[in-house]
Nanobody, 124 residues
Framework: VQLVESGGGLVQAGGSLRLTCAASGETVRTYVRGWFRQAPGKEREFVAAIAWVGTTARYADSVKGRFTISKDNAKETMYLKMNSLKPEDTAVYYC??????????????????WGQGNQVTVSS
């Protein structure tokens, strides 16, 4: 599965952004898709995940209530709407797809395909 992200940028604290992740290739094999982020000097961390069949979603505690993950199956596209952004949300955001399993995994190793990353910068 090939994943291409868009929608990042620079925003002031309290603002909003929406990230988009478009998929192509063998997308029928996808079970779960997720968003991760990586700040400078830190490990890549889980943000949110959504089941590609059904509507079940999962969020990291740090973004719960502020971020919303959604999808359009017909367009093979996933979204991450980010509201009430904070400077600590600054990171490169990656979308990912997992082709096996039965859960909304929150660990990097459970995902098979990754996008190129998209910078999100929140100024104070």
């Amino acid at each position: 599965v090939q994943l291409v992200e868009s929608g990042g940028g620079l925003v002031q604290a309290g603002g909003s952004l929406r990230l988009t992740c478009a998929a192509s290739g063998e997308t029928v094999r996808t079970y779960v898709r997720g968003w991760f982020r990586q700040a400078p000097g830190k490990e890549r961390e889980f943000v949110a995940a959504i089941a590609w069949v059904g509507t079940t979603a999962r969020y990291a505690d740090s973004v719960k209530g502020r971020f919303t993950i959604s999808k359009d199956n017909a367009k093979e596209t996933m979204y991450l709407k980010m509201n009430s952004l904070k400077p600590e949300d600054t990171a490169v955001y990656y979308c990912a797809a997992g082709v096996g399993g039965t859960d909304l995994y929150n660990t990097v190793e459970k995902y098979d395909d990754w996008g190129q990353g998209n910078q999100v910068t929140v100024s104070s």
